[in-house]
Structure formats: structure tokens, C-alpha cells
């Protein structure tokens, strides 16, 4: 199973909702992390979790909370957005911090 | 600073001929260098990587990229372009700590 699997696929919510993304893989990777890509630019990195810890937060926002369950699961947990936040947001896996990624779908996100 | 440059934000071919898109890296490292590809509203799809094994690398889709160190280069080519290949293209180089950096993606048009 080389798939990252990323639920919802769209999500639209009001800048008082609480909601959640989830992303999921089964390649016992180590490394999963969190990227935001606006319109006709490349990925931005968010976050990064090695082994179940962040190593990497690329000073984004608090309103975006990362979480970590176990090795399989990454969890982004959204607050009080603003609609500069709507955008695609990638996850990915990899086995180890030289290796190559592998990209969910995405979920599209419109905060209104 | 480690960077990587597109040379090209935007590429036209016709179907059957030749396609090159051009990337340059900066670094004083031995980087691990990829070319994705990103269809309209998907994830990114790993097409090639180079991590200091054959400096010619084939990928998926009939896709090859060289690694030329003298150049700081790693164009990414193919002999006959199809319809199915009008995308977004990135280039990668990512060194020993999680940080992948994205070139400003070039995109690919195919026309009939």
C-alpha cells in the first residue's frame, strides 16, 4: 500500500467552526508532515512530525493545531480561520528525513 | 542558502515532441534532488529522484532527468510529450532535516 489517504476532500467552514483534517498512511513511515499550496504555487510547509514528535513548525499561525496519535495518523485541527487560510492542504509520509514523499490528495478548504 | 530555481514558469509543446523543463539547484551539500508532477486539484505525484547513485535517473511515465553537478543542474526531459502530461511540474532538493524545497513549478501545456 504506497497510498496517503487525506479526509475531507472539501471542507468549507465560517471563521468561528472548529474542524479537523485527517490523514492517513500504512507504509510505516516515520516522518509525515502538513503543507498548505495556494493557487499557481508550490506546497508550503507547515509542519513536521519524526516519530511521533514535531521537529519542525514553520511559525504558522495558532489557530492551526497539529496533532500526532500514532504512526499512522496526522491530525490538523483548525480554529477561528481566516479566509487568507483557504487553500489546498497536503499531507505526506516518508520513510526517513532524505527520502522521498508521498502525497495524499489533498483537502480543499474555503473558509467563509 | 540552499535554493532551487525554475528556469521556465510556463512550457508549450505540441503532442509527439520533445519536452525539457529546467531546474537549478544551489548548494554547497550533496543534495537528494525530485521532479513532481501535480494534475489540477490532486496530490503530487513522485515522477523521479536522484539521491548520488546514477546520475541519469528514469521515471515513471517515460520521464529522465540528469544530474549534472558542474551545472548545478537536474533538467527534466522526455522525447514524445502527450496530452496526459499537461500538468504542473516541481523540482525538488531536500537535504538532512526534513526540508524539502520547492522550485515555483513549471507548467506544462500540451497542444494538439
Known amino acids: 500500500d504506497t497510498e496517503v489517504t487525506q479526509t475531507p476532500k472539501h471542507l468549507v467552514m465560517g471563521m468561528t467552526n472548529k474542524k479537523s483534517l485527517k490523514c492517513e498512511q500504512h507504509?510505516?513511515?516515520?516522518?509525515m508532515y502538513w503543507y498548505k499550496q495556494k493557487a499557481k504555487k508550490p506546497p508550503e510547509l507547515m509542519f513536521v512530525y519524526s516519530y511521533e514528535k514535531l521537529s519542525i513548525n514553520e511559525s504558522v499561525p495558532s489557530r492551526f493545531s497539529p496533532e500526532c496519535p500514532n504512526s499512522s495518523l496526522l491530525n490538523l485541527h483548525l480554529h477561528a480561520l481566516q479566509p487568507e487560510d483557504s487553500a489546498l492542504y497536503l499531507c505526506a509520509s516518508s520513510t526517513n528525513n532524505r527520502g522521498e514523499q508521498y502525497f495524499g490528495p489533498g483537502t480543499r478548504l474555503t473558509v467563509t | 542558502a540552499q535554493s532551487v530555481t525554475q528556469l521556465d514558469s510556463h512550457v508549450s509543446v505540441s503532442e509527439g515532441t520533445p519536452v525539457l523543463l529546467r531546474c537549478n539547484y544551489s548548494s554547497s551539500y550533496s543534495p537528494s534532488l525530485f521532479w513532481y508532477v501535480q494534475h489540477p486539484n490532486k496530490g503530487l505525484q513522485l515522477l523521479l529522484k536522484?539521491?548520488?547513485?546514477?546520475?541519469l535517473v528514469k521515471g515513471i511515465n517515460g520521464f529522465e532527468a540528469e544530474f549534472k553537478k558542474s551545472e548545478t543542474s537536474f533538467h527534466l526531459t522526455k522525447p514524445s510529450a502527450h496530452m496526459s502530461d499537461a500538468a504542473e511540474y516541481f523540482c525538488?532538493?531536500?537535504?538532512?532535516?526534513?526540508?524539502?524545497?520547492f522550485g515555483a513549478g513549471t507548467r506544462l501545456t500540451v497542444k494538439p
Open positions: 507504509m510505516g513511515h516515520r516522518a
Open positions: 525538488v532538493v531536500t537535504y538532512n532535516n526534513n526540508d524539502m524545497r
Open positions: 536522484y539521491t548520488s547513485a546514477a546520475t
